[in-house]
């Protein structure tokens, strides 16, 4: 496993095992990891390793081509869009506001399913921090291996905070008690029942869903059961802006739609939601 990465500017130059992300005049990123004798192929040439070690991050190299690259420290929401992947992953836009609207925080204990490709998983051990703890279900065995494999690449080893749980995230839930629960799966309202049971009160759930079914029959079964409360969905737009010389105008192009975020309270309380009254039987 690799050693611990280093984050965008820290103080030494780049050495061995380093992550680069080199960037094009064209703006495309490619994220290479350091080695003695190797080289980075592109269509631009070729970049001999050996010109980056020892330089300083934010220097440029050349290409045999005579390409210009620029050498900088991947941040995450690089590493997430580079890092290979079995399931989709969620973006950075929509990881922030997931760190954001559930208010993970350092030393919270937070539940994920399902861990897919360790994207969101990354960004939640980040929140939670040395103190904090993330339980994250997987029940597909490969995209487990998938998830095990970046979360290790993006921390130079398994965090200790980390634990993967291969199997079903209904099945496990009893077992666990947690202050925050994050959804990305096709049918979250399906985990609801064993939630309530794992979220202390005042916690919060955040599910990822993509369209608008599934968010009527996750607010339906919200709505449903009085042990949540404050329910609201949102989605987050991030539009860039091309910047040159006077021509500054928003870009015409952008990703319009990821998913919704739909967030829940926990309430105190363990009452069932009270069955609709049996209807009167009428004569005759
Ligand atoms: C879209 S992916 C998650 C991607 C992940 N959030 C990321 O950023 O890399 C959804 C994952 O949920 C898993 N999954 C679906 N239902 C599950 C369940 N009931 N328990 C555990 N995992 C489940 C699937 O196998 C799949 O890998």
Redesign the pocket.
């Known amino acids: 496993m690799s050693r611990a990465p280093r984050h965008p500017g820290h103080p030494d130059p780049f050495g061995e095992g380093d992550k680069v992300l080199l960037v094009d005049r064209k703006q495309r990123r490619y994220l290479l990891t350091l080695r003695a004798g190797g080289e980075f192929h592109s269509h631009e040439g070729v970049v001999a390793h050996a010109a980056l070690l020892g330089a300083p991050e934010g220097s440029v190299v050349r290409s045999t081509k005579g390409a210009t690259l620029l050498a900088l420290r991947p941040t995450a929401a690089d590493w997430t869009v580079k890092a290979p ?6 973006y950075p836009k929509d990881q922030a506001m997931i760190v954001a609207l559930a208010d993970v925080c350092p030393g919270a204990t937070v539940v994920e ?9 990354a960004a939640l051990l980040r929140a939670v921090g040395p103190t904090g703890r993330v339980v994250s ?4 065995d490969e ?1 487990a291996d998938v ?1 095990e494999r970046n979360v290790g690449e993006r921390f130079g080893g398994l965090p200790e905070t980390w634990e993967l749980r291969r ?4 099945a496990g839930l009893p077992d666990v008690a947690c202050d925050r629960l994050v959804l ?3 049918e979250p309202w399906t ?1 609801l029942p064993a939630a309530v049971g794992a979220l202390r009160p005042g916690g919060i759930v955040i599910a ?1 869903t993509p369209s608008v079914p599934q968010v009527m029959r996750l607010r339906e079964a919200l709505d449903a059961d009085p042990r949540w409360g404050l329910a609201q969905t949102t989605e987050t737009l991030v539009r860039g802006w091309h910047v040159d010389g006077l021509a500054v105008r928003p870009d015409h192009r952008m990703v319009a739609h990821t998913a919704f975020l739909t967030t829940a309270r926990r309430l105190a309380g363990d009452a069932l939601p009270s069955a609709p009254p049996a209807a009167a039987p009428t004569e005759g």
Request: charge should be neutral.
């Open positions: 992947r079995g399931a989709q992953v969620v399913a399902g861990a897919g490709s360790g994207a969101l998983t279900f997987e029940r597909r995209h998830a199997g079903d995230v209904v990305d799966l096709v985990v990822y």
